[in-house]
């Protein structure tokens, strides 16, 4: 009887041994599986926040602007903000609220926006600060932009943000209230040294959208 009562007890230790091995073998499973999903969901919010996913953005933008593809161009108009276009057609700035770019005309010639393409034949983005500008060192002609590097920049947005073109502008309080609403959502600013011409970015609902456009020509008012 007693051997019986050793056998059973022994028997009762084992079982109990096993379920504990199971129960640590499911909890490392458990982890090692947590892991890899962390590791497979890394590079997925990497792509949205560093500098090579703005580039891949502009990149397509600047394509789509050549080929005068309005879909493409229109994805990156926010519905709710727009697009402002800020153009100087007199001493004075004009800015022009887009929904559809297809439907705006620039106020040089009444052309349309794909037209930048014939004055923006490259846009190879540098992430660096803006070049400084002097009207005295601009000639268009001997091939002199007036910036002292030329190329295509891209830096931080708190220039634009604080230069106040919408206070210039004739606008209603509507409008300058939705144009402020957008401002804190700039992030990258974009020169281009040959025309003077910017593109002001910012990132919204997971996506670069073009918010601002500066199409002004310096020196002329």
């Not at 992430?127 to 060192?137: G, L």
């Not at 932009?145 to 634009?160: E, I, L, P, Q, R």
Request: aromatic residues 14%.
């Amino acid at each position: 009887m007693q051997k019986l009562f050793g056998f059973a007890l022994l028997w009762i230790l084992c079982s109990s041994c096993q379920s504990e091995d199971r129960v640590a073998e499911d909890a490392a499973a458990g982890q090692s599986i947590d892991s890899l999903e962390a590791v497979q969901e890394e590079p997925v919010r990497e792509q949205t926040t560093d500098t090579l996913s703005f580039e891949a953005a502009f990149n397509r933008f600047f394509a789509a602007l050549h080929a005068a593809d309005t879909a493409t161009i229109n994805q990156y108009i926010y519905p709710t903000y727009g697009l402002w276009v800020i153009e100087q057609p007199g001493a004075l700035p004009k800015m022009t609220r887009v929904t559809d770019i297809s439907a705006f005309k620039r106020e040089y010639q009444d052309r349309s926006f794909f037209t930048l393409r014939e004055e923006m034949k490259a846009c190879d983005l540098k992430e660096e600060v803006w070049p400084t500008f002097d009207c005295a060192n601009m000639n268009y002609e001997a091939g002199k932009s007036g910036y002292s590097k030329d190329g295509c920049f891209v830096a931080g947005s708190a220039k634009f943000q604080k230069s106040g073109y919408w206070d210039y502008a004739s606008l209603s309080e509507a409008e300058i209230k939705r144009i402020k609403a957008a401002l804190p959502f700039v992030q990258k600013s974009v020169l281009h040294t040959a025309t003077s011409f910017e593109f002001h970015f910012g990132f919204i609902d997971g996506r670069w959208q073009l918010l601002f456009t500066k199409l002004i020509y310096p020196c002329s008012a």
